[in-house]
Each structure stands twice: as C-alpha cells, then as structure tokens.
C-alpha cells in the first residue's frame, strides 16, 4: 500500500487545514488509518485513528478542533483541522495498519506499529 498527503501549509492561528492521504488500496477497507505528527525535535505522536468501521479516536490535543474520516470508494483519509495553534505545527504523516490498531488508545500506539506511512506534510501555524 502506497499512501501520499496533500493539503498541508502555512496558516495563522486560528486558521483551518485539511489533510489528505491518497492510498493506492485500503486493502479491501479492513484497516485502520490514523493521523501521527512530528514537531522538530519531539517524538512522533498519535492524533487521531480510524477503524474500517467508522469508529474513530482523537488524541486530546485535537479533541473539539480535528476530526478524521475516510472514503473508502475513494481510498481516502482526511483531518480536517480547525482552530489552528502554533503547538499544531508539525510534520503530519498518514498510516495505516491491522484494524485492530483502531480499538488501542491513541497514546500507546507505537510508530512501528503500523506498516504502511505516507512521506508527510508540512503543517506550520503562525501566531
């Protein structure tokens, strides 16, 4: 599976974004996407996940402001972003993984846990 972001950029706080992650098959929509991100010299961390069935998780920075959702017609993810914060800047990579992964807390998914990741997207918001 070949996946690839668009939508990332620079915006002002506040401001609103929306990531997408093309993937070349869902593998027959049996598995969980998710949204991770990277700030320069921070570790890679979860924000938010997708089961085939719909089911999603938002790690708490993004509660209230983001919200991911796929097409599975379409083999697309997205993050739809609002309320933009300086702290939201960061390298924004999609994954996918086992279906299973969707039903483990955001927090104590690991980066090796999934096998499938995109190149990333820039995401910088200014203040």
């Known amino acids: 599976m070949q996946l690839v972001e668009s939508g990332g950029g620079s915006v002002q706080a506040g401001g609103s974004l929306r990531l997408s992650c093309a993937a070349s098959?869902?593998?027959?929509?049996?598995?969980?996407m998710a949204w991770f991100r990277q700030a320069l010299g921070k570790g890679r961390e979860g924000v938010a996940s997708?089961?085939?069935?719909?089911?999603?998780t938002i790690a708490d920075p993004g509660k209230g402001r983001f919200t991911i959702s796929r097409d599975n017609a379409k083999n697309t993810l997205y993050l739809q972003m609002n309320s933009l914060k300086p702290e939201d800047t960061a390298m924004y990579y999609c994954a996918a993984g086992d279906d299973l992964l969707g039903r483990v807390p955001l927090t104590t998914l690991r980066s090796t846990d999934f096998g499938y990741w995109g190149q990333g997207t820039q995401v910088t918001v200014s203040s």
């Open positions: 098959d869902f593998g027959g929509s049996h598995v969980c």
């Open positions: 997708i089961r085939s069935d719909g089911i999603t």
